[in-house]
């Protein structure tokens, strides 16, 4: 004891000496961190102080917040106000209190493009294409979608009334008992009434699923699913993450699980620190079967984690074109005193191969590619006529919960080219159909996905530049016609005196907007050279 009473009062010596050190580097540290404020402060005072108008502070601080995101220059670093946290919540969890339903303006008003199954508007009767005129007596006439949802939603167990006008012209009022909404991001090739068809080959037992998005119910729900196909009979699987935008990391990781046994699945590399693998588990994995998996560049985050984790172990073909290359980590911090939420990136994804799926504007290699062979380019135009047409078989037709056709056929090819318009469905299945009837996996193409990807983007931003150019070209008439009448009304036309024409570029365009070539006018006038064009009707022939 007296030992430990002789060194104490040097352990306190010791230690105070330590604080006397660290408190000024604190305190330095925190002066130099605060300085970097002080121009803001500057600034916010004087404007307060002088400026003409009442400045709105609400406005400068959001103006603030949104200055330094945007100098980061990543599009998934947000804030999100205290006010929107609800709504962002509800994406993330994939849960909320409403009606449940589907919802589009239509012709000004709100539109019920399908009732979710299980949900409180299917059980109170609501129809797909119903119009909804008003909700509790307020009319919902060019109100926006976001506006009708907040008077849909409320709390549990209380009552909403809808008068909705049927396709048939017929009004009914309806009310809706409110209750807990979980979205089903599970769906399969068409509607069975309130349920899914999964079917697509029944002599094979090849199924179908449709993932839309990642959310705390994806995985469970999935499992559920896929464990139910297979006490039916699956043998092989479509698996389609077409236009899924992805979502949270544990439920990329844990779909992977479900069909991988071992190996990695991702990789998450963070600016500073260890970087962190996640590995496959042999508990609650699947039995395995011949699996394909369908992407497209709407597949993004999440959706390209499991794509590549499931090509990476050689589990599963991947089928399509280059997906999105969102490879980056967001983390989801609230600020203090109910001042809003920010997300923001962390760290980026690896794939099992190495390869980093995140998309840079110079970047060459992003995403997931579809296995060689499996390069399916489809057109803009292809693209939405078969989303139209999965749309219509999203639906519930009927509106008071029974199921309707209980005894439909197993989908097959024909039906699927017939009703679907989808070629990457029809070559995917028919690559399994190959599969399991004992040959080898079929190629279908010899394209190079980067080549498809980067061509996608570029008639795109050709067409862009061809509509940009077409509505120039209407402007440019329009002020020779105002000029003109300006002439008729006897007065001098407008002409911009603020414009140097000497030296500068006459460049030429073909009829589609290609470029052609330029001529460079040098210690010249481009209006004389300009003048100088002699322009003849197409259908003469022009002497040189």
Not at 32 to 51: G, S
Not at 343 to 360: C, E
Request: charge should be negative.
């Amino acid at each position: 004891m007296r030992i430990k009473h002789t060194l104490a009062p040097a352990l306190l010596i010791a230690l105070f000496a330590v604080m006397l050190v660290q408190l000024p580097l604190s305190i330095a540290a925190r002066a130099a961190e605060m300085e970097w404020f002080d121009p803001i402060i500057d600034v916010r005072r004087m404007i307060l102080d002088y400026y003409v108008q009442q400045p709105n502070v609400d406005e400068m601080q959001q103006a603030m917040i949104d200055g330094l995101l945007e100098s980061l220059d990543d599009p998934y670093t947000v804030y999100i106000p205290y006010e929107e946290i609800d709504t962002f919540n509800k994406d993330l969890r994939g849960e909320y209190v409403g009606i449940g339903a589907e919802v589009n303006i239509v012709d000004d008003y709100l539109s019920i493009v399908t009732p979710m199954d299980g949900s409180p508007a299917l059980a109170a009767g609501v129809m797909a294409g119903d119009l909804v005129l008003e909700i509790e007596g307020e009319s919902t006439y060019r109100k926006s979608v976001t506006d009708c949802v907040d008077l849909l939603q409320g709390k549990p167990g209380t009552d909403v009334m809808i008068l909705v006008r049927r396709l048939d012209g017929t009004e009914r009022e309806i009310t809706i008992t409110r209750g807990h909404i979980v979205t089903h991001t599970i769906k399969g090739l068409r509607r069975r009434g309130e349920d899914w068809d999964f079917c697509v080959d029944e002599d094979l037992g090849i199924s179908y699923v449709r993932v839309t998005q990642f959310n705390a119910n994806t995985v469970d729900d999935l499992e559920t699913t896929l464990t139910q196909l297979q006490q039916e009979g699956m043998n092989g699987l479509v698996l389609d993450l077409r236009d899924n935008p992805g979502g949270a990391l544990p439920a990329a990781v844990g779909m992977s699980n479900l069909f991988l046994s071992a190996g990695a699945i991702v990789t998450v590399k963070p600016r500073e620190g260890e970087d962190r693998t996640f590995y496959a588990d042999e508990e609650g994995t699947l039995p395995e079967f011949p699996m394909i998996v369908i992407v497209n560049e709407r597949s993004a985050s999440a959706s390209e984690i499991v794509a590549g984790a499931l090509q990476d172990n050689h589990r599963a073909k991947v089928l399509g074109t280059r997906s999105f290359g969102k490879g980056s980590v967001q983390e989801v911090h609230q600020l203090p005193y109910e001042r809003g939420t920010l997300k923001f990136t962390t760290a980026h994804y690896y794939l099992p191969s190495g390869r980093n799926i995140n998309r840079n504007s110079d970047s060459a290699v992003w995403g997931v590619d579809p296995d060689p062979g499996y390069v399916i380019p489809i057109t803009d135009e292809d693209y939405i006529e078969q989303f139209m047409a999965h749309r219509e078989f999203d639906i519930i037709r009927n509106g008071n919960g029974e199921t309707i056709e209980e005894e439909l056929p197993c989908a097959d090819l024909q039906w699927i080219d017939e009703n679907l318009k989808d070629k990457q469905l029809s070559d995917a299945v028919e690559a399994l159909h190959t599969r399991m009837q004992g040959d080898r996996w079929p190629e279908f193409s010899d394209e190079d996905p980067a080549l498809v990807a980067l061509g996608q983007e570029l008639n795109r931003a050709l067409d862009r530049r061809l509509n940009l150019l077409e509505t120039l070209d209407h402007l440019n008439q329009r002020i020779l016609e105002l000029n003109d009448l300006t002439l008729d009304a006897g007065r001098e036309p407008f002409l911009p005196t603020d414009i140097d024409l000497t030296d500068g570029t006459i460049k030429i365009y073909d009829q589609h907007g290609n470029y052609v070539g330029a001529f460079l006018i040098e210690g010249g006038d481009v209006e004389m050279a300009l003048n100088s064009i002699v322009i003849s009707p197409i259908d003469e022939e022009v002497n040189e």
